[in-house]
């Protein structure tokens, strides 16, 4: 059976790819991990789940919104972090645009599962 050619260079690939894949498959995961901790914990008060409901983070806030009634979009999410809802204050004070966006993109995906 003759060599295969480039095969190789075609493992390397594989492993590389998988490596890249798994490398992206963490942060994702570490950013949910924040965004979880600060919505139960907030850095800034009030934390997200003193007031509001979201069954993927635990929370039972009862002052705010039910999130998984409500199903924000990420958008929907991000403008109100960034500029603040009503009695909600605006957190663009404490949190920089990449937090924002996170947190807004985990409670957008928390509400859709």
């Known amino acids: 059976m003759p060599p295969v050619r480039g095969s190789r260079r075609g493992a390397a690939g594989v492993v590389a790819s998988g490596v890249l894949a798994l490398t992206c498959a963490a942060a994702p995961a570490a950013e949910d991990d924040w965004a979880r ?3 139960l914990e907030g850095g ?7 007031c509001h409901s979201l069954d993927a983070a635990e929370a039972t806030g009862t002052v705010g919104p039910d999130l998984d009634l409500l199903e924000p979009t990420e958008q929907q999410v991000y403008l109100a972090l960034r500029d603040g809802v009503g009695v909600m204050p605006a957190f663009s004070e404490e949190l920089p645009e990449d937090r924002l966006r996170a947190l807004a993109d985990y409670v ?3 509400v859709q599962e």
């Open 108 to 110: 957008a995906r928390a």
């Open 44 to 50: 800034a008060m009030p934390a997200c789940g003193i």
């Open 37 to 39: 901790t600060y919505f």
